[in-house]
């Protein structure tokens, strides 16, 4: 059993105050989870993070609404769980920046990128809906807002949360690196296999065997020429 009136007075008020903010923004039984990320790191890096009174006064006003000081603090906050305290921070406090950072170091797989802005704008929206149910949980009724407006739509009358309103790349990328083979991608036919890259959900491919490829520079070569006379039609 845990006493809480003794973490209250560890902590303090307005970081006790955070930690419902901090639950429903890492993952509860309404909101996702962020890639690769546990509880307890997050739990972690709140708590090394606490003196930080930009955090705490987002984490603070994200239970009433959500601000834009308060969403870009928060989306610094998931940043910096991504991001090695080795490497400087001062560039990627925004997950566009983080997300391009990581995949520069060859550190593209999904369980270890952030969130698209797309995405986590959703999730926010979803984690905020939650906070507003949590602290009316002493009324009697309970008036709360539609989940359509809050990161959710209704499918086949069923609610299910919303992805992203943002394209996950620019379709001239996503035609780049997408290939359309009828076999398991083993040859040097397969474009991805071609360039030294994996296949991804964008492929037309079926019992793909290339997977886990750690990327490489791009090194143009004559089995190159049908990529570029694509890009160039």
């Known amino acids: 059993m845990i006493d809480i009136s003794h973490v209250h007075s560890t902590l303090g008020q307005d970081v006790s105050s955070c930690i419902l903010s901090l639950h429903a923004l890492t993952g509860c039984d309404i909101t996702g989870k962020f890639a690769g990320k546990l509880k307890e790191f997050w739990t972690n890096l709140f708590i090394d993070e606490k003196e930080n009174e930009n955090l705490i006064s987002a984490l603070l006003s994200f239970q009433h609404h959500i601000t834009d000081d308060a969403f870009i603090e928060l989306e610094r906050f998931i940043c910096s769980g991504y991001i090695s305290k080795k490497a400087d921070r001062s560039n990627v406090d925004n997950l566009t920046s983080a997300r391009y950072f990581l995949f520069t170091k060859c550190q593209g797989e999904n369980d270890k990128l952030p969130p698209t ?8 929206k979803r984690a905020f809906y939650q906070l507003s149910i949590w602290s009316k949980a002493s009324e009697s009724i309970l008036h709360h807002r539609n989940p359509a407006d809050c990161g959710w739509s209704l499918s086949d009358d069923v609610i299910v949360p919303e992805t992203t309103d943002v394209e996950i790349a620019p379709k001239a990328i996503i035609e780049l690196i997408s290939c359309k083979c009828k076999k398991n991608c083993s040859s040097r036919r397969c474009k991805c296999k071609r360039n030294n890259i994996s296949c991804t959900d964008f492929c037309g ?29």
């Open 117 to 124: 802005l797309g995405a986590f704008t959703k999730h926010i």
């Open 205 to 233: 491919c079926s019992e793909c065997e290339n997977v886990d490829v750690k990327p490489s520079a791009y090194v143009y070569n004559e089995d190159n020429d049908d990529d570029v006379d694509e890009l160039l039609t």
